[in-house]
């Protein structure tokens, strides 16, 4: 999406040769256009699809995903990172581990939102390997419903999470695709 | 706001005599097409304002800011409630306590993302005591900002948020005002 891969190259900021950082426009200050933006450019990859609803895990996911449930006009799903003191019925739960933030957490989705007769599309803003949304799949399996695919906004190909998915059968589509950061530069697939 | 009562008359659990669940489509599961009216609505009331930028907090603050902004055109900012280990740069922070989680965090927005001439609408989705919507507008008061004002998707008016942040001289909109619960009956004002 040459949209979003000017905004990478203008905006992003490349802290090391694994690690790109987005906050301006995607993971602390959002652009509302470019949510929508993306959001109607994975309605239009996914259109040949009978999507029930979108999963998404909190927080930099939200936003696109919206934007996406607006147009394919379907419910989204998050994941929430920890057990919040309101909940207390049952819950799809499974541990992801961020090499980002060196931590694990457990995501956690309330069991009514998810039924066998869903087919869900993942969506988050980061794939690099793969555990995020490896747990986002976890979830909707456990609750024998379908994962369409797995929408991402960034994808880093040079690590494992991509081939990961694919390997495990799940259609992946992203948006942007890194080749590398050399030089503080982006290089794009 | 007419619809969103409706739906928090037809989705919301009432769990005790100050506590509403709204789960389904706010608080975990989302209704985008909600949260476009929701946001359009928070638009049309602070339209007299020269608004440019929207600061929201994670995680439930996130989808109706974005469709505020998308409808007002401006960049929504959400605090986070911990440092990353990504960022590295100043930071505005302050404490928030959750009566509802019983605990509190440091709330941060990056320096570069607020400045001198801005003039900020907070949005959150519930106001109850106000921690949440003060620690926000210290962070706007940090960066010598303005806080145009502060719109909030559930206002529980018999708890003192709403009275505390009128008698600080804020601005606030909230869309639907809760007067009591009783009898897991939601009462409006």
New interface residues.
Partial sequence: MDLLKKRIQSDGQV?NDS?L?V???LN??????L??KMGEEFAKRFSGESITKILTI??SG??VS??A??IL??????A?KKK????NEALYCTTVYSF???ESNNII??K??LQEDDHVLIIDDFLANGEAATGLASIVEQANAKVTGIGIVIEKSFQPGAQKLLQAGYRVESLARIASFSNGQVNFL
């Fill in positions: 802290l690690l950082k906050d301006s426009f602390q200050q959002i652009d509302p256009q949510m929508l909190e927080s939200i936003a919206v934007m449930g607006l006009n379907v419910p989204v799903i998050f929430r919040s003191v309101v909940s980002t933030k060196r989705v309330s009514k939102f």
